[in-house]
């Protein structure tokens, strides 16, 4: 048996994903719709909580808003739900394989704040070192929505870079470039 080649990928698909026959309408009309990848934190003690998501809208206003929609049932969920506070951060190409791991699809050995990234604290949850753009919001409702819950949260701090964004379209990873 011989090992993969450096970057190459071991499945040509993503290997939990349903077969196209079994995917709804809906699910496949939101998978043309190009979505930014943005990774969500809370800091619940003893231990951060962090979740990649692609359903993520963010509306302007006097507070301006973010919405995101969570399993109910994950750690971010529940940390959020305690904490009352979260990020939402604007990930770029280069945070692929962080995106993968925060999403489930990558190992996280020891932890998913365990990747060798560097992390600062905030009063919102913990935020990447090297992310451009960043809010910090403060939970102000939650409902259901779907397969999920929809957050709703008041930004309190908004952080503006200049990255590009890593883009989401029919379950892969782009650039805009």
Known sequence: M???EPGAQIHATHPF???AGVRGPVRRFRARM???VTLWTANDDPRPAGLTL???QVVDGNPGRVF???DADSDLYEAIHHTGAFTVQLLAPRHQDL???FGGLAPA???LFRGGERWRDTAFGPVL???GSWVGCRLATTRDAGWGRLIEGTIEEVTVGDDEPLLYYRGRYHRLG
């Open 2 to 4: 011989t090992s993969p």
């Open 17 to 19: 994903a349903d077969p």
């Open 34 to 36: 190009p979505a930014p």
């Open 54 to 56: 692609a359903s993520t």
């Open 68 to 70: 995101g929609q969570l």
């Open 99 to 101: 995106a993968d791991r």
């Open 109 to 111: 050995p020891g932890g």
């Open 129 to 131: 070192e090297d992310v």
